[in-house]
């Protein structure tokens, strides 16, 4: 039975790095000291958009074109193009067009946008394996996660200015014969989804004159949010014994970087070596949809995951849904 793998996985950043000199500086003028906040997100620079031409599309074609390159392939081998994103430049056209068109996509191709926030880029990789796997006349997908959220962040507020980052990552999916995913599950609950919303005044009073720019900014309402390790334990074990496997198999896990403290607890919680779980939001920050494949390709950088590895790969969306993959490298 054909399978599906991660054939390549690249990475695209703006050049600018910002250290928490800056925001501690920031909030500092405000009187507010968020050095105890940031050590315990686990920041330490992040890399931030300061070019007007910069933003989440222009960044998806960067990505796009370095992995294609990377692969040796063209945008003629690939049948389908994915582009998750929530701060996207245009919902009209789609931004998986414009990357299309970028890479010189051929015809026979099929184009889409999804958005589940920051789980997106690993649902959309999920839910495109899934339907490689029902269609035998598509061979290679393209899908890439890429967020400019730095600009919709409220300057006042000390849990997204200097928390989120702006950055891309892309994967380019191929049939195979062996190895590759083998399962996945996601959970989802709706109930608090008002404590976080952008634009926060909502689409439709966008144009309202009386409206300021913060009203249109993305609004953030603190919340306990550790709760959700749990989750993701539950859906690990549920994935591992459905499949027969044992959790010495996974040789490593790529969480969503939102918090320093996701990686800690699921270490704690999974009873596996804190070495497993490949961190890196103290270099790029949090840079939402892309983040567990920011971390995935480190690992693949540093060699930390080597082909035939399984990896796990978990995140969470905004109150809240959650994915929760293995897959052999």
């Known amino acids: ?57 222009t960044m998806g074609i960067k990505v796009a074109n370095k992995v294609l390159k990377s692969a040796g392939l063209e945008g003629k081998d690939i049948d389908m193009v994915m582009f998750s994103s929530q701060f996207p430049e245009y919902t009209f056209p789609s931004q998986s067009l414009i990357v299309h068109n970028a890479i010189n996509g051929k015809e026979d191709c099929m184009c889409m946008d999804t958005n589940t926030n920051c789980a997106g880029m690993l649902v959309t990789v999920e839910q495109t394996i899934r339907a490689m796997m029902g269609n035998p006349h598509v061979k290679r997908a393209l899908v890439i996660g890429s967020d400019y959220t730095s600009i919709h962040c409220r ?22 014969e062996e190895g590759g995913f083998i399962d996945s599950m996601c959970k989802s ?33 603190p919340f306990e949010g550790l ?27 790529c969480f969503s970087q939102y918090s320093k403290a996701f990686s800690n ?30 971390s995935f390709y480190e690992g693949v950088k540093t060699g930390r995951i080597k082909r035939g590895d399984i990896v796990c790969l978990w995140t969470v969306a905004i109150n809240w849904t959650i994915c929760t993959m293995l897959i052999r490298y």
């Open 1 to 57: 039975m054909e399978n599906v793998r991660i054939l390549k996985v690249e990475i695209y950043h703006p050049d600018n790095e910002v250290f928490n000199s800056f925001y501690l500086k920031h909030f500092k003028s405000q009187g507010k000291d968020i050095e105890g906040l940031l050590r315990a997100f686990g920041r330490d620079k992040r890399y931030i958009i300061d070019d007007d031409n910069e933003n989440t599309v």
């Open 265 to 294: 607890l699921g270490s704690e919680k999974l009873g596996v070596d804190i070495n497993k779980f490949i961190y890196i939001g103290d270099e790029y920050g949090y840079t939402g949809t892309s983040s567990p494949f920011i």
């Open 227 to 253: 709760f959700i390790i749990d989750k993701a334990v539950t859906s690990i074990h549920a994935l591992l014994n459905r499949n027969s496997l044992k959790i010495e198999e996974i040789n490593s896990y």
């Open 155 to 176: 300057d006042d507020d000390e849990l997204t200015y200097p928390n989120f980052a702006d950055g891309a990552a892309a994967i380019i999916l191929e049939k195979t």
């Open 189 to 221: 609950n709706g109930a608090t989804w008002e404590s976080v919303k952008y634009p926060a005044c909502g689409m439709s009073k966008v144009y309202k004159e009386e409206l300021s720019v913060r009203d249109r900014r993305l609004q953030w309402t």
